[in-house]
């Protein structure tokens, strides 16, 4: 059989995309339709791939609950969800794409066009195979090659198919501020169900990734079909189970009050939907998706390195800060060994809480009186880099900003504009506004050898009006706002390269693969107790990769939660400390030094290896995560103990991903045991007492 990783049957209209071990099939139906074909495991004919019969249908109305279409148009009879609707210049909202050809772009990339035939209406399906990943992203490209404006009402990335006629369990991501991420999973019945951010921003509420099994996967078997949006601002993601047990994905911009006019000449790229099919269960699902992230999301040239060990000072000084009060809490960190000190909100304008100063981007005169500059120079001589906490996209009504551009934020005349915070949202849709952040900005990089911007937001949109557009345009906000903060980023990465971004919007408001093209890494959540997380971080991998997980330890509970619980628990992410050091004495000194050496010593397993979850915290009191360089050589795995429940004896935890033959030495113990019996016969945990956590490191010996 061909090996191509594209393979084009030209003679029967029909291609098939093959990762490492699935394959994705579709082409031209006898009505000339696109139909989607097969995706699942790899086949071993070509003729295997086939379309499913449908002779039986009679009725023209049941057809598109039958036939999957590749990329279904609102048009004709057409009753399920669509991929794209429009409405013509002459007021007709029926859209008819026929098959027009395709081209192979590179060996893994294929596009296929569309067309309306009579108004000129292009559509572009591109398919990009990440073979390794077992990935395949797709986005659309809608070309006017007509004479008239034609306004798109919905458009979607993609529609994903799996194999109809079996009962799927949905799986997807919710959670609200301080609870994000938490994984929910319902079995799909006959209909809708929709999950969907309408707050302008990629939301703490919902995420744009899901996945699909048929309930019997687990962590480690299972066939198992996911995929994430890359997309921060409103997106919706429809799973839909037709009347003919039909089962699709329909991800892409949300259609809620959102129109696009679509200018004679114009091309609109609708973002990608990247989809994978595993038979290695949810674990399998994510580890690909880490690895394409890794690989092909995270911005160059960070994505290669290490995160560093920071230190935020948010919680100990809130807006309280000045030269003195960060320069001796930077020097406590610097004794730790952080090795990035990141001074939070409260350093510019007249920000002494959170009702004034927002737009106002100068270091505050009375904690500042000669500005960054000599703090930022005692940070360094520390040995530490420096970073600053930034809210470009705000500004409350009490700032000269706002005071100067009333018309700056999103409104609508005659209404009042709802606070939140005390603060209202810029419109970054227009181009002054763009300017303005983009040079605010780049002054602040330009005359500060900062090295690190934590990048805010928080509130979503109300009043989402733009009124200097006519009324038909305005609601092109919803897509122009995210446009406009992603060219703004482009641009400050284009021109400070060696600036790491973090994502952060009121916790986990703002993590998806759009935003993770331009930030590397990003706050998973406000809340910090070291407990509440597990369960937060468990839900993050599900779709990201720990590697851009920014977790701190704070002196939540200190009480119950050890200081070395709460650095285990923050360790499986990129490490970070919250804590007001003023209040910690020598000997929590002391622990938190061996903590960040020892993270130091492991972080390339945890921020670049392939993660295992072995017990969730979601099923008992005994959580266990563990993680593999892909050499296999190195492994370590958390053990940390939720619940006040007496467990006896400890159960074995079974390890994952390690080399059968090889002989690993397990810390703290001086024997030396195979992957097959680590794997195969597990290790005990045996972590004493309640609210305890433990981190065991494995090393593979020299053959
Ligand atoms: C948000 C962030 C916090 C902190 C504050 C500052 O809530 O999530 O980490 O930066 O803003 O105002």
Not at 132 to 157: H, M, P, W
Not at 380 to 404: C, H, Q
Not at 620 to 644: C, N, W
Request: net charge negative; proline share 5%.
């Amino acid at each position: 059989m061909d090996s191509s990783i594209i393979q084009c049957l030209s003679d029967r209209k029909f291609w098939i995309l093959n990762t490492r071990e699935a394959a994705y099939a579709f082409g031209l139906n006898e009505q000339k339709e696109l139909e989607h074909a097969y995706w699942g495991e790899r086949l071993p004919y070509e003729s295997d791939y086939q379309f499913r019969d449908v002779e039986r249908i009679g009725a023209p109305e049941t057809r598109n609950d039958a036939v999957n279409n590749e990329y279904p148009a609102w048009g004709g009879p057409m009753f399920s969800e669509p991929c794209l609707k429009v409405c013509f210049a002459d007021g007709v909202r029926d859209l008819s794409l026929e098959y027009a050809g395709y081209e192979l772009l590179a060996p893994n990339k294929l596009m296929i066009s569309l067309r309306d035939p009579h108004y000129n209406l292009v559509v572009r399906l591109h398919y990009v195979v990440h073979y390794d990943f077992d990935l395949i992203e797709r986005y659309a490209e809608i070309s006017n090659d007509g004479a008239d404006t034609v306004r798109i009402d919905s458009a979607q990335s993609a529609v994903w198919s799996v194999p109809g006629d079996h009962q799927y369990r949905f799986t997807h991501l919710a959670g609200k501020w301080a609870g994000e991420t938490q994984l929910r999973q319902s079995i799909l019945d006959s209909g809708r169900k929709v999950i969907e951010s309408r707050r302008g921003m990629t939301s703490l509420q919902a995420n744009p990734w899901f996945a699909l099994d048929r309930g019997l996967a687990t962590e480690d078997e299972g066939k198992v079909w996911f995929g994430a949006l890359a997309w921060s601002g409103n997106w919706k993601i429809t799973a839909e189970v037709t009347p003919w047990n039909q089962v699709r994905i329909t991800g892409g911009l949300n259609d809620f009050d959102f129109t696009f006019q679509l200018a004679a000449g114009n091309t609109f790229k609708v973002p990608s939907f990247t989809a994978g099919f595993t038979t290695h269960g949810f674990g399998g699902a994510s580890r690909n998706m880490h690895r394409y992230q890794q690989a092909v999301i995270l911005p160059k040239p960070h994505a290669s390195s290490l995160r560093k060990v920071l230190y935020n000072s948010w919680y100990a000084t809130h807006f309280d800060v000045n030269e003195e009060g960060q320069c001796r809490l930077a020097e406590r960190a610097a004794a730790l060994g952080v090795e990035l000190f990141v001074m939070d909100d409260g350093w510019f304008g007249k920000r002494k809480d959170d009702r004034a100063g927002l737009g106002d981007w100068y270091p505050a005169p009375d904690k500042f009186p000669n500005g960054l500059n000599p703090l930022i120079e005692r940070v360094k001589s520390t040995g530490m880099e420096f970073g600053i906490w930034v809210e470009p996209e705000m500004v409350n009504p009490d700032s000269d900003l706002y005071r100067a551009h009333p018309d700056w934020v999103l409104h609508f005349p005659n209404r009042s504009r709802s606070e939140m915070r005390s603060q209202l949202v810029l419109n970054l849709a227009r181009s002054d506004v763009q300017e303005f952040i983009y040079s605010f900005m780049h002054k602040l990089l330009e005359e500060h050898r900062i090295d690190y911007i934590k990048w805010d937001m928080n509130r979503p949109f109300t009043e989402p009006g733009w009124p200097e557009l006519p009324p038909f345009q305005q609601q092109e906000v919803w897509l122009r706002y995210v446009e406009g903060l992603y060219a703004i980023l482009d641009r400050l990465r284009n021109a400070f390269p060696k600036v790491v971004f973090e994502s952060c919007a009121s916790g986990g408001g703002r993590v998806d693969n759009g935003i993770l093209q331009r930030t590397d890494l990003a706050w998973a959540s406000d809340n910090t107790n070291a407990v509440d997380r597990l369960a937060i971080q468990e839900g993050y991998s599900y779709a990201y990769t720990p590697g851009t997980m920014s977790c701190w330890v704070t002196d939540g509970w200190p009480d119950l939660l050890s200081l070395p619980y709460r650095f285990h628990i923050s360790m499986m992410g990129v490490l970070g400390i919250g804590a007001n050091l003023n209040e910690w004495n020598e000997e929590e000194m002391e622990v938190a030094r061996q903590m960040i050496a020892t993270y130091k010593d492991i972080r390339h397993i945890v921020q670049k290896g392939l993660q295992y979850r072995l017990n969730s915290p979601r099923e008992g009191p005994l959580t266990a995560v563990q993680y593999v360089t892909e050499d296999k050589r190195e492994s370590v795995v958390f053990f940390s103990v939720t619940h006040r429940e007496h467990v006896s004896p400890w159960p074995n935890v079974y390890l994952r991903g390690l080399n059968p033959a090889a002989a690993y030495r397990v810390d703290g113990s001086k024997r030396v045991l195979s992957g097959q019996c680590l794997m195969s016969n597990g290790i005990q945990a045996d972590l004493g007492r309640f609210y305890a956590s433990k981190l065991v490191r494995l090393q593979a010996q020299a053959q």
